[in-house]
């Protein structure tokens, strides 16, 4: 099988108008998928992220706040899976829970060399 990184785009403004029932919602389907895709062989890592960072731009690094200071999405967690293929992969995507919550996700496939 294929490895493939399932990006989630999430509204940083949404997630910050969640009552703290919903995120509890939120964080509970995300626990209940990722266990499912384990479950099913597909799982191999994940991850929230904090809504901060670093950015690094350019030959001269020149370091930023950021990843997303101009933006108002925000990359709120990833999923590390696998699939036969692109088509399957992006099947498994429509699964994840922040399409619940208004979020998009991208899925990439990883390398091989």
Known sequence: ???????????????????PKEMEDLVKAHMEWAAQLGQEGR???????EDHGKLIAGKEMVIKDGPYLESKEIIGGYYLIQANDLTEATEIAK???????????????????
């Open 43 to 49: 799982y191999l890592a994940g991850d929230g992220l």
């Open 1 to 19: 099988m294929k490895k493939f990184l399932i990006l989630l785009h999430e509204d940083i403004e949404r997630l910050q108008n969640l009552s």
């Open 95 to 113: 699964g994840c829970p922040c399409h619940h919550w208004g979020g998009t996700t991208e899925i990439r496939p990883i390398m091989d060399y």
